[in-house]
């Protein structure tokens, strides 16, 4: 048989968990190969690109989306277990299949398709409509732009303060601040005191600054409106006018509403929109894949132009 699809694998995946213990994605390659009988032709079998198995290929999308639907949890990189709601899937009679339609009844696995919760029902309707191939091509990049963002998030978390500290530097020079690479470098990091972690140029010359704070946190943990305020009094004892809050985590609402109704300009950056920067402006990022649309060149045909 060939190597089924990604949805094929979802529910022998699950069941495979089903013993409570933490299993690699190693071993899930080997179990779900053995599951399907697969022979070593189609083990092997590669994607168009030649970069890597179809195999590994869905059986990676399969972990993505079961974690994202909170039937499956991250122990740590690249190794899982089943959660309480995914053990409810298994140990239901009624269930014996699950695919994106099924998880779609999840808010969180919505989000993470979608951008946004949605109604489920609506975007069942949706999901059941013919897309163009334009359409199917802009939805799956967001899909895989967001799974990238968040093995950024969790890369990180796992490098030193240090390492945070120059990805900033990086960022704000592609994005055209800080003069030079150098320049920035001996700005942040440098002061340290009074809620202040750096200084960057605004421009090449250094007519004015922007000060930093940098807060690598949780994912799952909150900045507050008083760490906010604190960072505004820094700005106040410094003279200075700009300011940039820059966290792996995420801004509370009264955090958010009170950096808005400031005087001074102060902008709050936030994990996703960190890694949405870095997505933009390809730092800690590389291409892996490019695929080139073309459309017709009407003017080539028109002859009086030959």
Not at 39 to 49: N, R, T
Not at 92 to 97: E, Y
Not at 196 to 219: C, N, P, S, T
């Amino acid at each position: 048989m060939a190597v089924p699809g990604y949805q094929e694998f979802m529910y022998p995946f699950l069941q495979q968990l089903a013993d409570g213990k933490e299993h690699s994605l190693q071993d899930m390659y080997e179990l779900l190969a053995r599951h399907f009988n697969l022979s070593e032709l189609e083990i092997a079998e590669k994607l168009p690109s030649g970069k890597q198995t179809l195999l590994v290929n869905r059986i990676g999308w399969t972990r993505t989306y079961l974690n994202k639907a909170g039937l499956i949890k991250v122990v740590r990189r690249a190794v899982f277990q089943i959660t309480e709601e995914g053990l409810r899937i298994i140990n239901d009679p009624a269930i014996t299949r699950i695919d994106r339609k099924f998880l779609m009844r999840y808010a969180s696995f919505r989000v993470f398709t979608n951008g946004s919760k949605e109604d489920t029902e609506s975007k069942l309707v949706n999901d059941n409509e013919e897309k163009t191939p334009h359409e199917l091509i802009a939805e799956n990049h967001q899909v895989l732009k967001k799974e990238l963002q968040n093995q950024m998030l969790e890369k990180i978390l796992q490098c030193s303060p240090q390492f945070f500290e120059q990805l900033i530097v990086d960022l704000v020079v592609a994005m055209g601040y800080g003069g030079s690479v150098n320049d920035a470098g001996r700005a942040i990091g440098k002061s340290g005191d009074e809620g202040i972690d750096g200084i960057i140029k605004e421009d090449v010359l250094g007519l004015d600054m922007i000060f930093l704070q940098a807060k690598r946190w949780k994912i799952e943990s909150t900045v507050s409106r008083p760490e906010i305020q604190g960072f505004v009094g820094s700005l106040v004892g410094k003279k200075a006018s700009k300011g940039i809050f820059i966290t792996t985590s995420k801004f509370s609402k009264e955090a958010r509403e009170y950096a808005q109704g400031l005087e001074k300009r102060v902008i709050l950056i936030d994990g996703q929109e960190l890694t949405d920067l870095m997505f933009t402006y390809n730092v800690g990022v590389s291409n892996e894949e490019e695929y080139v649309i073309k459309k017709l060149d009407l003017d080539y045909f028109e002859e009086g132009s030959l």
